[in-house]
C-alpha cells in the first residue's frame, strides 16, 4: 500500500499543527469537542462541526482523512464526515470504497451536487488524500453573485472533479450566506473519522495583464 503524504511547501498556511487544536472552533465559538492523538484529528461523534478560525478565498487545499472500518453500516452511515470548503461547499467524506458507481452523496462528491468522476476511494482504515484547487464565488458591489465558486479536486492523486461550478452552499449549509471569503469547517456526522496533514496555500485572485517579457 503506498500512502500519499505530501509535506507542506514553505508558503503553506498551516490549518492543523498536529499537536492541538489552536485555531479551530466548535461552531458556536467555544471549545471544539474533538480530540488530537499522535498527530491525527479524531472525530469525537456528537460535538458538533469544527471550524477553522481564519477566513479564505482563492486556496490550495491538501489534507488527508481516513474513515473508520463499519461493516454493519450502510450509505451515509457508513464512516460519514466532510470538508466545507468556505464552510459552505461540502466534500463529501464517506466509506464508499464498495460503491461501483459513486453518486451525489458518495466520497468525493460536493454533496447532492456534483458526482466524483470515478472512485478513487481506499478502503475503510486506510489514509486517503485530498487536493483542492478552490475559486471563490464572485461578488458584486451588492453582494450578488456574478461568478460561482469552482473547485478541481483530486482523491488520491485522482482527478475526481474536474474544475466543476458549485451552484451554492450544500446540504447541511444551504440557506447560508455566500461570501468571497470563508473559513474550513469539518463534520461531525456520528463516525469516528480522522484526520491529518492539513494546510493549504492561499491564492492570489488574478495574475498581472503583464504580457511583454521584461
Ligand atoms: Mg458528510
Not at 70 to 96: H, R, W
Amino acid at each position: 500500500m503506498v500512502t500519499l503524504q505530501l509535506a507542506a511547501p514553505s508558503n503553506a498556511f498551516i490549518l492543523f499543527n498536529g499537536r492541538d487544536l489552536s485555531n479551530w472552533t466548535a461552531r458556536d465559538g467555544g471549545d471544539p469537542g474533538w480530540t488530537v492523538e499522535d498527530g491525527i484529528l479524531h472525530v469525537v461523534p456528537r460535538t458538533g462541526d469544527i471550524i477553522h478560525t481564519e477566513p479564505l478565498s482563492d486556496f490550495y487545499l491538501h489534507l488527508e482523512f481516513r474513515c473508520p472500518d463499519m461493516p454493519e453500516a450502510t450509505g451515509q452511515a457508513k464512516g460519514n464526515s466532510g470538508v466545507f470548503l468556505q464552510a459552505l461547499y461540502e466534500i463529501q467524506v464517506l466509506d464508499s470504497s464498495h460503491v461501483n458507481i459513486p453518486g451525489t452523496g458518495d466520497c468525493g462528491a460536493f454533496y447532492l451536487e456534483s458526482a466524483p468522476l470515478v472512485n478513487a476511494c481506499r478502503p475503510a482504515m486506510e489514509w486517503q488524500t485530498y487536493d483542492i484547487c478552490f475559486r471563490a464565488p464572485r461578488l458584486d458591489e451588492s453582494g450578488d453573485v456574478t461568478e460561482h465558486a469552482r473547485a478541481t479536486v483530486l482523491q488520491n492523486g485522482i482527478v475526481i472533479q474536474n474544475n466543476v461550478q458549485i451552484s451554492g452552499p450544500t446540504g447541511s449549509a444551504s440557506g447560508m450566506t455566500v461570501g468571497t471569503s470563508g473559513p474550513l469547517r469539518l463534520q461531525d456526522h456520528g463516525d469516528r473519522v480522522a484526520y491529518r496533514n492539513i494546510w493549504a496555500v492561499p491564492l492570489p485572485t488574478k495574475g498581472s495583464d503583464t504580457y511583454e517579457p521584461q
